[in-house]
């Protein structure tokens, strides 16, 4: 799959199934949510910075725009089919055949090898519990999704005041 | 998933990824798909019963109406998913879980196991044959798709005459 | 319009126009419509079934399935419109002439001929009050419509247990 | 039907149903093919003025404008719907309910009754031509309409150099 | 650009960047918001001459038909971009070029300069108005553009009944 | 504008006007062409480094992925008003306002202040380029643009190669 722009337009019109099946109209494209977990992370980044960490911003940024590049060839499946591959596997799979010169930074991400891909991967839960929020808040039944992915988050040393945040900012009359 | 209005809005909202990956725009949706091969078993058994054969209308037309609801949970990934997992027994336990009354249906399809599923699992094939051929018309690369449908569906005995009609209504210029 | 490919692309591009009268912004499709009236009708047969019927299953799919394909060349158009023709004559002219091995099962429907016709007619008036009851809690303006269906719905015999059903689960805060 | 919002979206997202038919996979909406007949007869009444004639531009425009509302209420059905009604009376009726101050606009251009109405009702059917040309050019088989429009377009008497011009403009390779 | 088609279809796919902005799904295009003022501004003035005033309907609609035609070539940027340019001659001097004979009718709206351009004018700010409650009702926050535009409007002397009916009619639960 | 969701949502809903303006049914979005811009910067960064060049990979990345990010608040306007505004500046005081963690990044591609920016800068351009071939080879009149571009690419030094394998790749038919 060579074929830049279709790689680009695989990522655009496909939309993250998750959403469709809670009945949500206009369901999220893989590329609207990586774009949405780099501003969070770049925003986070900052702030981490800001508190005296010595984040390397690029990187952030980087790692979180090329981070479900493989979905371009994967498409994005419900739960159950993740549930039964070694996704993560087939993922960096794809990586080193279609895009090698960015798998080590898929791996830094997928596998929370440093500061940089723990940083990513916090924010590919947030964003994904953000826009629960603002579907439920629309009226869609998306919380039991916004409350698992807000327990796991939860989970990640030295990053809950960063969640607060986001939660206050985000989910309002969703999560308490 | 209980939710049937959830069901359908998946259903007819999730695009079919072999297209998105050829770069085409406007990519047919799951059930976009499953209405064209309805139609098309509808008329090849109409066909068939013209020339003596004795097939259940409203079989054909029910089995192709449900074949690819498990899409509804699973999703349209890309073929390398379907290919590491054995996509039949997974479609058949979401069958049985989701909607059990049609699981038997869902069975002479996907199992080829009477004449009623082998006429739609060759409708399927076509069905996504002459969607190639109409792609491949409008300038997108999908030959050579088309070429591997053409091959599979005249493995078909006694289905070879249908074959010709379609390619011949729906394939000027893409298969000879 | 011997195309399939147009029949099936016209039937999942033409919005229900009452939907979008009512403010809606993402009309269901006429071939939405005919997904969850093929749905319904399954999952109530397979209820009466279930309480000592013998309803053919694949025959009440059948005819949903295939219900609403004369809008593929009669479009959809508003109630005046329907309301000022003997519409149905004219869907059984364009079955007869375009879709001639599938007229009698929407006769069956249309006419409610026997009892599988009869799920179906009463399926078809469901889901468009599901549908409402929706849009309905999303804020749209179609209670009118909800309670009107509910009215007819509630005339046939034998299916009030279903009706109530499928209230319960779908209308909660639209219908009593 | 007294709210606005409702009828200009209505007319935003109901598709014209016979781009659909022809296989087209972006349908002009109602509202689409209005601005077009707008832009078309503004342009029009500006050629016959700079040729002397003395044509209300402001009239012209308004009409056009307006010419399609009725579908707001009717929606737009296939050929042989409205071919089955007079249809013409139908709108007629409409725009006197719904939209009384503009009655009388609609007559000018349904029944031609002065040089404005001729105008708006040639910049119709014209617009439909040009449409169907950009289309064919794009690979839809829509030169049977192309034709039809054309030669019903050659029948307005005084206008035949408007039509040459706009052909030569916009159906090189599809017209003569 | 002198391709009718591209103009037309340029305004039918710009959205309204502001409902963007404020994270509406289905944001207004430019010709959906081109059709509600020429609808409100009709009305309006079919209202001012049933109270004795002498308008010229056919002007009103013209005006508000084109009165954002510009848009076609300058698109719909922000507000930030539009108040460092001197956006009005921008238009004007598009108008001159694109649609000379436009351009008269474009300048009574733009500069108010007789009661027609005034009243399109009202109408103009009015649509958006009406569309941001809709969009509030529906869960966006356009609160804010609700109260401003509310505010501009008081300020028509003589209109003020108009805005009072409008507002009673589309705004319920938004403005007081 | 501090709400990220409509940051996103914007961006990725946002159409590049210019594929509008000439006729392009399905114009790319201003997200999906930062992300083929982000694809091509790290996959000429592979490129160069392979020849010896010691390019920062996560660099490239970066910026790419934010270098449009400024289009959230001023939208896409057409190419007549950004050239009669200082729109470099007025995008760097967007950045420093909305986006101050990314500001320095940003000057990189839009002053091509290093490396880095250039390549962005270059791969911006080729982004638009391949775009352009391939909307042409569906049928639209794009070719203007493509040739203007290309011209623009031949300017950057030590790239012509690069520049070769593009063109070769995805301008077939188009450019010579």
Same mark, same amino acid.
């Given at each position: 799959?060579?074929?830049?722009?279709?790689?680009?337009?695989?990522?655009?019109?496909?939309?993250?199934?998750?959403?469709?099946?809670?009945?949500?109209?206009?369901?999220?494209?893989?590329?609207? !949510?990586?774009?949405?977990?780099?501003?969070?992370?770049?925003?986070? #980044?900052?702030?981490?910075?800001?508190?005296?960490?010595?984040?390397?911003? +690029?990187?952030?940024?980087?790692?979180?725009?090329? !981070?479900?590049? +493989?979905?371009?060839?994967?498409? !994005?499946?419900?739960?159950?089919?993740?549930?039964?591959? &070694?996704?993560?596997?087939?993922?960096?799979?794809?990586?080193?055949?279609?895009? =090698? @010169?960015? #798998?080590?930074?898929? &791996?830094?991400?997928?596998?929370?090898?440093?500061?940089?891909?723990?940083?990513? #991967?916090?924010?590919?839960?947030?964003?994904?519990?953000?826009?629960?929020?603002?579907?439920?808040?629309?009226?869609?039944?998306?919380?039991?999704?916004?409350? +698992?992915?807000?327990?796991?988050?939860?989970?990640?040393?030295?990053? #809950? @005041?960063?969640?607060?945040?986001?939660?206050?900012?985000?989910?309002?009359?969703?999560? =308490?």
């Amino acid at each position: 799959m060579t074929d830049l722009l279709a790689v680009v337009d695989t990522l655009c019109k496909t939309p993250r199934v998750g959403w469709l099946q809670r009945g949500a109209w206009d369901a999220e494209s893989v590329c609207a !949510h990586s774009l949405l977990v780099t501003l969070l992370a770049g925003e986070i #980044a900052a702030r981490l910075n800001a508190e005296g960490a010595e984040i390397n911003m +690029a990187e952030v940024l980087a790692v979180a725009a090329v !981070h479900d590049l +493989a979905e371009a060839v994967l498409g !994005h499946p419900g739960r159950e089919v993740r549930d039964r591959l &070694r996704w993560e596997e087939l993922e960096e799979e794809i990586f080193k055949r279609e895009f =090698p @010169h960015l #798998a080590e930074l898929f &791996r830094w991400y997928r596998y929370e090898t440093n500061t940089v891909g723990k940083i990513v #991967a916090f924010a590919d839960k947030l964003a994904t519990l953000i826009r629960a929020c603002r579907y439920k808040q629309l009226g869609y039944p998306t919380d039991d999704l916004a409350k +698992a992915l807000y327990k796991k988050l939860m989970a990640y040393d030295g990053l #809950a @005041h960063i969640l607060d945040y986001y939660v206050g900012r985000y989910c309002g009359g969703v999560l =308490p």
